[in-house]
């Protein structure tokens, strides 16, 4: 009796460790493929990307570990575009569903949008127009160095 009760308590224990990591998890998981949105007066570039249809100019931007970058985006095509940062992954299920992302931005013909973002993690983030028949094309990456 006293072998069942060390059994059930030991086994309450694993269950509760375990979800308490799979939710930190969670969160550092998302922390380190895109950062986070920064503070103004932390910015340390301002980058220019243009939207093209269909492409993003320049397709590939490199920043370094913990900078703030503010950048500027510029619909310079006829069509919306807009723009996610993610995995290859996230960008995917972006472009096959049409739930809401609270970090898509859209841009109209001629429109700018400002996006100020730190870059705390070490990696390659990637970045898409997720709209479906602009998704193939549309793509680019940020690499974040040390
Ligand atoms: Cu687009």
Redesign the pocket.
């Known amino acids: 009796m006293y072998r069942m009760l060390l059994i059930f308590l030991f086994s309450t224990f694993v269950l509760f460790s375990y979800t308490a990591f799979a939710e930190t998890n969670q969160l550092n998981n998302e922390e380190v493929l895109i950062g986070k949105p920064g503070d103004p007066s932390q910015v340390s570039r301002t980058i220019k990307l243009a939207?093209l249809?269909?492409m993003f100019l320049p397709p590939e931007i490199t920043v370094s570990e913990g900078e703030t970058i503010k950048f500027v985006l510029k619909n310079l095509?006829n069509?919306?575009?807009?723009f996610l940062m993610g995995s290859v992954d996230d960008l995917k299920k972006a472009a096959s569903t049409k739930r809401k992302n609270e970090h898509l931005i859209r841009v109209k013909p001629s429109e700018e949008k400002e996006l100020i973002w730190q870059f705390t993690k070490v990696g390659t983030i990637n970045f898409a127009?997720p709209?479906r028949?602009?998704?193939k094309t549309?793509r680019g990456k940020i690499i974040v160095k040390k």
Do not use: A, E, W
């Not at 069509?79 to 807009?82: A, F």
């Open positions: 939207l249809d269909n095509g069509n919306t575009h807009h127009c709209i028949d602009h998704f549309m």
